[in-house]
């Protein structure tokens, strides 16, 4: 989704729905794979009248919707989410007396652009749809007060306190695992962090989906995230993934594979086009 489908302001940059009807009439379901909890993912697959499977939280889980199905994929490892945000909330609220926190849709707040009157200086955005993962936004109003921006310092604070309730929850219950055993991504561009096990991958949840229904994936991204590294697997970019890659230095879009020359939806409507017309 992000900077694939949408933008960095989570936002669609085209319609895709007759690239999608195309790809209904040769028999290609089209789903989802990305970071955000699953109530999002199913609205906007709805939205965008796709029926194929989604695979949420990075790749924590996959909801087949034929199925009304939703497999953890390794719930011994990621169970204890529910219970570490609650330790967060708890030190924002002791730790950041002033600050407003919401918890909720956060990127859906995001994408709308809110900014209401009972604002402080200090906005924490924790994502309270979550089961698998832990994620928040750290904001504050702009200077002419009708918008948020990303606020670095309270990201930094925010982001030690979540560490501490990491090592907290995991101490207290003993669940036999350490701070080693998650992966934190602290993303300043966004002002949001991040935290998965160290097990999630999307790379797991499209796996689970060819083992179960035997489907040829074609896999659309723009970050090395999205490299499945399986022969079953065809690639697909968006034209931003290039800008990716020659910032970050790591080489994940190979010869030969396709690259739209349109960024984020216009290359999905593209990308799907030439999937269709591929097709046999």
């Not at 906007?44 to 994929?73: H, M, N, Q, R, W």
């Not at 730790?95 to 809110?114: Q, R």
């Not at 602290?186 to 962090?193: A, C, F, R, S």
């Not at 097990?199 to 723009?222: F, H, Q, Y």
Request: glycine fraction near 8%; include cysteine; hydrophobic fraction near 35%.
């Amino acid at each position: 989704m992000d900077k694939t489908l949408i933008d960095e302001k989570y936002r669609f940059t085209d319609d895709i729905g007759d690239e999608v009807a195309l790809c209904k009439e040769k028999g290609i379901e089209i789903g989802l794979c990305s970071d955000p909890p699953l109530p999002p993912l199913k609205k906007i697959a709805k939205d965008l009248a796709l029926t194929g499977p989604i695979v949420a939280e990075f790749g924590a889980f996959v909801y087949y919707p034929a199925d009304d199905a939703c497999i953890s994929l390794h719930p011994e490892k990621t169970h204890f989410f529910l219970g570490i945000r609650r330790r967060f909330l708890g030190y924002l609220i002791d730790g950041l007396p002033e600050t407003t926190i919401f918890v909720g849709n956060n990127t859906d707040f995001v994408a709308k652009d809110l900014c209401l009157d009972s604002f402080g200086d200090y906005v924490v955005l924790v994502n309270g749809q979550r089961k698998e993962s832990l994620a928040f936004h750290c904001k504050s109003p702009n200077s002419e007060k009708n918008g948020l921006v990303s606020n670095q310092n309270l990201l930094s604070y925010s982001t030690a306190l979540a560490i501490r309730a990491i090592k907290t929850e995991l101490e207290s219950d003993g669940f036999g695992f350490d701070i080693d055993d998650f992966w934190i991504d602290k993303n300043d561009e966004y002002g949001i962090t991040i935290v998965h096990s160290s097990v999630t991958k999307k790379k797991n949840g499209v796996l689970n989906i060819i083992d179960r229904s035997g489907a040829e994936i074609s896999m659309v991204g723009d970050s090395m995230y999205d490299v499945i590294g399986d022969g079953r697997v065809t690639q697909y970019w968006v034209n931003n993934a290039l800008e990716r890659q020659k910032k970050t230095r790591e080489v994940f879009v190979k010869e030969g594979e396709y690259v739209s020359p349109y960024s984020y939806t216009k290359g999905v409507k593209d990308i799907l086009r030439k999937i269709a017309s591929e097709s046999r």
